[in-house]
Every structure is written in C-alpha cells, then in structure tokens.
Nanobody, 119 residues
C-alpha cells in the first residue's frame, strides 16, 4: 500500500509563488512517473504537469512557463513550483504517481491540497 501526501497549498495572492510537495511512502520499488492534476469547482480534473523517472516533462498549455515539476527520486518526493499565480489557478491540486512494486504497476492519488489565489 502506498500513501501520497501533498503539502504547500493555501491562500496565495495573485502573482505568488508557492511550491507544492508530494511525499510517497509505503511499498515502492520505484516511481515511474509523478503527476500533478487539479480540479476547480464545477470543472473536471485536468492534468497540470507530469514528470517521468528519466526527467521528461509535460505541461498543460495554461501553466507552461509558470509551473515547474520536479522530483527527488531518493526521497520519493515530487514538487510543483508555481510562479505568477492567477485567480484561474484556484483549484484542489492532486498528486498522482505510477508506482512499480514487485511485478506490479499501479497508480496512487493523494488527498489533494487546496490552492486559492485571491487578494
């Protein structure tokens, strides 16, 4: 069993630069990919950014040049550095990880962390 715990959310002023963290623990041989998703009120969950174990990244067009995803493989922790936040970035941000354990691969989700961009 794996737990993903996000942290770093909260109330942020427009233009702010918070960093989200996602710490994974449990039965993990390796984390194949880590992703950040978000869900705003009344909207579907959407992909924000994904990073593979090799460091390849993919971003939603709406966050390119403002968000940076990274990971520390030794710590099983992923990060999402956000800059120049806008009110439309307000959402619950979820961490997702594709995990290898033994001969299995599976996906795990964190509980989410609220990011509210408001003055």
């Amino acid at each position: 069993q794996v737990q993903l715990v996000e942290s770093g959310g909260g109330l942020v002023q427009p233009g702010g630069s918070p960093r989200l963290s996602c710490a994974a623990s449990g039965s993990i041989d390796s984390i194949i990919a880590t992703g950040w998703y978000r869900q705003a009120p009344g909207k579907q969950r959407e992909m924000v950014a994904v990073i593979t174990s090799g460091g390849s990244t993919n971003y939603a067009d709406s966050v390119k040049d403002r968000f940076t995803i990274s990971r520390d493989n030794a710590k099983n922790t992923g990060y999402l550095q956000m800059i120049n936040l806008k009110p439309e970035d307000t959402a619950v941000y979820y961490c997702n990880a594709r995990i290898a354990h033994g001969r299995f691969e599976y996906y795990a989700w964190g509980q989410g962390t609220q990011v509210t961009v408001s003055s």
